[in-house]
């Protein structure tokens, strides 16, 4: 009898990512058809068969799907034949078998697709100046500088203005006949 390994999946409008955790997989098995069907088998470093046999939600594009080995993962990056969202993984309805969760690592809702979340290029952050728990002591001190010199430069100059008024206020005493 064959074991289902630990699936995980995520999805864009155009691809679906299937993770499929077994360290140390021998004799990987790969199958997938355009109608959506999928088809893993593979021994485990206990040299127990696992297997996964999906029967995906729609259509996919085999020809653009890839697929990755790796020591502890089987990633399988599915092109989806249409490029829309899938309200689930699987064809069938009802509650998804247990060995599969959502790979929240790589989820993305539909609503941030266009926003590209998670997709910052080669943006270098380290020459950004973005601050710290440090920086907000600083800062602190500045706008009180700030604030006392704003009310010395206001004190000064309501004392200029009344400087002002006064000899213009006798300009205009003696100028009365």
């Given at each position: 009898m064959s074991r289902h390994p630990s699936t995980k999946w995520a999805q864009r409008s155009?691809?679906?990512f299937l993770t499929i955790e077994l360290?140390?997989?021998?004799?990987?098995k790969l199958n997938l058809k355009?109608?959506?069907?999928?088809?893993?088998?593979?021994k485990g470093a206990d040299d127990l068969p696992y297997?996964?046999?999906l029967e995906l939600?729609?259509?996919?594009?085999?020809e653009e799907s890839k697929a990755a080995v790796a020591p502890r993962t089987i990633c399988y990056l599915i092109k989806k034949a249409e490029s829309k969202w899938w309200p689930r993984l699987m064809k069938k309805e009802g509650k998804?078998?247990?060995?599969?969760?959502?790979?929240?690592?790589?989820?993305?809702d539909?609503?941030?697709?266009?926003?590209?979340?998670n997709d910052f290029g080669d943006m270098d952050f380290s020459k950004l100046d973005m601050g710290g728990a440090d920086d907000d002591i600083e800062d602190d001190d500045e706008d009180d500088v700030i604030e006392s010199t704003n009310k010395d430069e206001e004190g000064s100059?309501?004392?200029?203005?009344?400087?002002e008024e006064a000899p213009a206020a006798a300009a205009a005493e003696e100028a009365k006949p």
């Open positions: 155009n691809k679906v360290p140390d997989a021998k004799d990987v355009p109608e959506g069907h999928f088809n893993f088998s593979a297997e996964l046999d939600f729609d259509a996919v594009n085999v998804p078998p247990v060995f599969l969760k959502v790979d929240w690592d790589k989820w993305q539909e609503d941030d697709e266009d926003v590209g979340f100059k309501a004392e200029e203005s009344k400087g």
